[in-house]
């Protein structure tokens, strides 16, 4: 579903990807680990569009499709989602019309019919409160307000109301005590499908008891140093991950 | 020593001295002006002859510079032709349940005009009939002159007979919105002056809205001016909705008077004109007093907008607010310039002013001028002005969820008027401003 091919990107002068490779197959669920500053973040905004970023060398592409040619929201209509390590508050901008934004936006892109009102806020109704978002955080500006594990739980939500074809999560369980943890994860898990993959990116094994991932990458340095199965995280939390400090230096 | 130096007059000054001097030969042979109105009319017509057009050696006229900008003085608009009225009728602004008074170029079109559905306790009588009537109520205009020569409302009082004046008497309360619809529905440019009075006696409750419209690509020339003056406990509501054409110039000019324990709250969205200036004086004369003057301007092209005001706290223990937003895309020109005067007795004032302003593109330009001056001790005033772009990492969150770059520019540049239009209380003028920027949005989406 998601192939990467020796990934090379850059923001100013400042390498950050360097060759990385990697595939995950539809319906799995593949974990990234690695030390801060090794690219984990630069990998999943050069895969959701971000501006800044310049991709110097290598391919990525999903079903087939060359993402990285694509603008932001055309990866968005394309099924690619990422739920944001630090979600960004839009005043002004209540999250209801966001999120119907958000929906129709996709929808017209896809040439499909846009939702109406009615189902629209039937759809909210059944898939807000498993993830504790009140009528309240629905009437406020996007995230405006929100604590640490609310504006994570908004993120959920839009995953849940978009269902997108690759979902990356980008450190989602920073800033989360366990229970605001244990309601992410099982709005994630309730995603899971045998169509869908996703890409969970973590600094931490703690996520990973909770999502339990079927493949879990090392990267280090800009590329995935070892792959292994979900005891790898477990084996990390041990080591941690000085051992990558010289081999791929 | 100073010698003033003057440059030669423009084309422009020297059509409009003509016409005043002409307008003013043949009412001579007419046996004259009335009254008042004669007297203030030949006042203007010298004044005119030593200032000529504002220019950008008057401090205030600085970043709008009149001589330079009007290159031609259009014929006074005649009186308007059915087919005008019915065009004009079409393109003025609709307002749902208002009874609305139309101006045709600067004419008052008494046939297309709303008088009958005024509410009781109203009243709007045409300037040459309050003259005719010797209405007491004619001696406010020109008795709230702005500290300094404004070279706009000169040409106005110098070109008076179309107008209203209007009262509301002392307690009515109005729930009735009262429309004042300017609209140049003409294939030729031409000019027009109005005058509105508006006084709203003690107690009284009024939502006033002044729109105005006109003929995409024509250089009419619209200037308006009004005196408002709120009664002791009175409560007003102004809406202003500027949406010339494109090609139009327009000057507007609001003088206000406040009673103690007024409220007043005016809210002015600009969207037309090639140029146009709003200049706003503000003037407290009773402690308690609530003055709220708020507005968004939405410029593209070569856009040139002016909103000037003056604030002129004179009396103890009144509160003014002022919040302007500005968004300004292509080589658009926005101006903002706000001065609030705190006087020696004006203890216990409290006075906000910002400026906001969003560019959108490189070529776009904001002036900002706040200033205080104040002569008391113990107040609270404050002032900001701030410009700024479209947030980067706003449009990335919105993009990444699917929103197109002009869908997510829209809703961001819509939530940042939105913040000064949420204080317009009358939920169905509310919705018809934001229909109006929602259609400018659209078009510079499209």
Redesign the interface.
């Known amino acids: 579903m998601l192939e990467i091919k020796n990934l090379h990107a850059r923001i100013g002068d400042n390498e950050i990807l360097k060759g990385l490779t990697l595939t995950i197959p539809a319906g799995e669920v593949h974990a990234i680990m690695g030390p801060n500053g090794s690219g984990k973040s630069t990998l999943s905004y050069v895969l959701?569009?971000?501006?800044d970023y310049e991709v110097t060398e290598g391919s990525a592409t999903f079903n087939g499709q060359d993402i990285l040619a694509l603008?932001?929201?055309e990866?968005?209509?394309a099924g690619v989602?990422?739920a944001?390590q630090y979600?960004?508050e839009?005043?002004?901008?209540a999250n209801m019309?966001?999120l119907r934004?958000?929906?129709n936006?996709?929808k017209k892109?896809r040439g499909e019919e846009e939702i109406s009102t009615p189902d629209f806020l039937k759809l909210v109704r059944l898939k807000a409160p498993d993830l504790g978002i009140t009528q309240d955080m629905l009437r406020r500006?996007v995230n405006v307000g929100f604590s640490g594990g609310e504006k994570k739980r908004n993120e959920i939500l839009?995953m849940a109301l978009?269902e997108p074809k690759l979902c990356i999560l980008d450190e989602t369980d920073s800033g989360l005590d366990i229970d605001a943890l244990k309601v992410v994860a099982q709005g994630v898990n309730a995603l899971r499908a045998p169509d869908r993959a996703m890409l969970v990116i973590t600094h931490y094994q703690r996520l990973l008891d909770h999502i339990v991932p079927d493949v879990v990458h090392v990267m280090h340095k800009g590329r995935i140093v070892r792959s292994g199965g979900a005891e790898l995280a477990l084996e990390l939390e041990e080591s941690g991950y000085a051992a990558y400090g010289q081999d791929a230096a | 020593m100073n010698i003033p130096v003057r440059p030669a007059r423009t084309p422009a000054e020297d059509a409009i001295a003509a016409t005043l001097q002409a307008r003013l030969a043949v009412a001579a042979g007419q046996g004259g002006l009335d009254g008042r109105m004669g007297e203030l009319s030949a006042d203007a017509l010298e004044a005119f002859r030593a200032h000529g057009l504002p220019n950008r050696r008057v401090e205030e006229w600085k970043y709008t510079d009149l001589r330079a900008a009007v290159r031609a003085f259009p014929p006074l608009a005649g009186a308007p032709t059915a087919a005008d009225e019915a065009e004009a009728t079409r393109i003025a602004l609709d307002v749902p349940h208002a009874a609305r008074l139309l101006f045709v170029s600067g004419m008052l079109a008494r046939g297309a005009s709303d008088f009958a559905g005024l509410p009781a306790g109203v009243s709007a009588l045409p300037l040459d009939a309050a003259t005719a009537a010797n209405d007491p109520l004619l001696d406010r205009i020109g008795s709230l002159p702005p500290d300094r020569y404004d070279g706009a409302l000169a040409l106005n009082t110098g070109f008076l007979g179309e107008g209203l004046v209007v009262k509301v008497e002392a307690g009515t309360k109005v729930a009735k919105p009262m429309h004042l619809a300017h609209v140049f529905p003409a294939g030729e440019a031409v000019a027009g002056f109005t005058r509105a009075v508006v006084v709203v006696g003690d107690g009284a409750e009024l939502t006033l809205v002044e729109s105005f419209t006109g003929r995409e690509g024509v250089a009419y020339q619209a200037n308006h001016a009004m005196e408002l003056v709120v009664g002791d406990g009175a409560t007003v509501n102004l809406v202003r909705l500027q949406e010339e054409g494109a090609a139009a110039l327009h000057l507007g000019t609001l003088m206000v008077e406040l009673g103690r324990a007024a409220k007043l709250d005016v809210f002015s969205l600009v969207q037309g004109a090639a140029l146009s200036r709003h200049s706003v004086y503000g003037r407290f004369q009773g402690t308690g007093t609530n003055l709220g003057v708020r507005g968004a301007t939405l410029l593209k092209g070569r856009q040139h907008a002016d909103t000037t005001m003056f604030i002129d706290h004179a009396v103890a223990g009144c509160e003014s607010r002022e919040l302007f937003k500005t968004v300004l895309s292509d080589e658009a020109h926005g101006v903002f310039q706000g001065k609030i005067v705190v006087r020696r007795d004006a203890q216990k004032t409290d006075g906000r002013m910002m400026s906001q302003s969003l560019l959108l593109s490189d070529g776009a330009e904001m002036d900002n001028k706040p200033e205080l001056e104040i002569f008391a001790d113990d107040v609270q005033c404050g002032h900001g002005a701030t410009v700024g772009t479209l947030d980067?990492?706003?449009l990335?969150?919105?993009?990444?969820?699917?929103?197109?770059?002009k869908?997510?520019e829209r809703?961001?540049i819509?939530?940042?008027v939105?913040?000064a239009v949420e204080y317009v209380e009358d939920e169905a003028l509310r919705e018809v401003l934001i229909a109006r920027m929602v259609a400018w949005l659209e078009k510079r989406a499209a």
Do not use: H, N
Not at chain 1, 90 to 93: A, D, E, L, S
Not at chain 2, 396 to 405: E, I
């Open positions: 959701s569009g971000k501006p603008a932001p929201e990866r968005a209509a989602f990422l944001f979600p960004i839009i005043p002004g901008v019309q966001f934004s958000a929906m936006a996709q892109a500006g839009q978009l | 980067d990492k706003m990335f969150y919105l993009r990444s969820r699917g929103l197109p770059l869908e997510a809703l961001l819509q939530a940042f939105g913040e």
